[in-house]
């Protein structure tokens, strides 16, 4: 089992849609999450960092369950702009950062 | 944006060739890291550096190297470049006080 998981996609959606990624999460000493956004064939960009209480910059929404040790990450009113690989991203507060395998969202005119 | 640069942008090399991917960053991160892509693929730590002079191997299994002699430089070096290196070659570094990472846009390598 991988320490992040993620479904790989792709969600195709139209523009204008809510779309909703979930990543999962084995360590539950974790203590950073991320999402990150990558399109293809370039590096990561930081998308936005997810605390224990939400947080939310503009259309995107993420949210934290220690709990069942998961995050999420909502878009709103998808944009053509917003198709991309969404990765997870979990640090346990040491060096280590673990990726997920992304999640593959194209958004459809 | 981030002020983290990587070169060469893309390199195509022949087998048993040394090669040095560099990675230069002007914010004054002490942390730095190199990753590796595969088409698709998570990404694997290689080398992480805590600072001047601290040097680790990451969780991936890699016959690279890497030094760390100035806080914003951070080369890795392959001393003998073969067809399983191939792959997208990622740096990226964060501020000791802060838990993002920033990347660079990478070395997209390729060795024949």
């Known amino acids: 089992r991988k320490e992040v998981e993620q479904d790989p996609g792709p969600f195709n959606v139209p523009e204008g849609a809510t779309v909703a990624f979930n990543c999962t999460y084995s360590?539950?000493?974790?203590?950073?999450f991320f999402w990150y956004r990558q399109d293809c064939r370039k590096e990561p960009k930081l998308l936005m960092s997810?605390?224990?209480s939400g947080n939310e910059d503009g259309r995107f929404t993420a949210q934290l369950n220690r709990a069942s040790q998961y995050i999420s990450l909502l878009i709103r009113d998808s944009k053509l702009s917003d198709s991309a690989t969404y990765l997870c991203?979990?640090?346990?507060?040491?060096?280590?950062?673990?990726f997920g395998t992304g999640t593959r969202l194209k958004v459809l005119a | 944006e981030a002020d983290i640069y990587q070169t060469p942008r893309y390199l195509v090399i022949g087998t048993g060739k040394k090669i040095t991917l560099e990675c230069s960053q002007t914010?004054?991160?002490?942390?730095m890291y190199w990753y590796q892509q595969d088409p698709g693929m998570e990404l694997h730590l290689i080398h992480y550096?805590?600072?001047?002079?601290?040097?680790e191997k990451g969780d991936l299994s890699s016959e690279s190297t890497v030094s760390r002699i100035r806080t914003e430089h951070f080369p890795l070096t392959l001393e003998s470049a073969r067809p399983s290196h191939t792959s997208q070659y990622l740096c990226?570094?964060?501020?000791?006080?802060?838990?993002?990472?920033?990347f660079g846009p990478g070395t997209r390598l390729t060795v024949l």
């Open positions: 914010m004054g991160h002490d942390k």
């Open positions: 991203v979990v640090n346990d507060g040491t060096y280590k950062y673990i």
């Open positions: 997810v605390y224990s």
């Open positions: 360590n539950s000493a974790s203590q950073s």
């Open positions: 550096s805590y600072g001047v002079n601290s040097t």
């Open positions: 990226a570094s964060r501020s000791g006080g802060e838990t993002e990472q920033f």
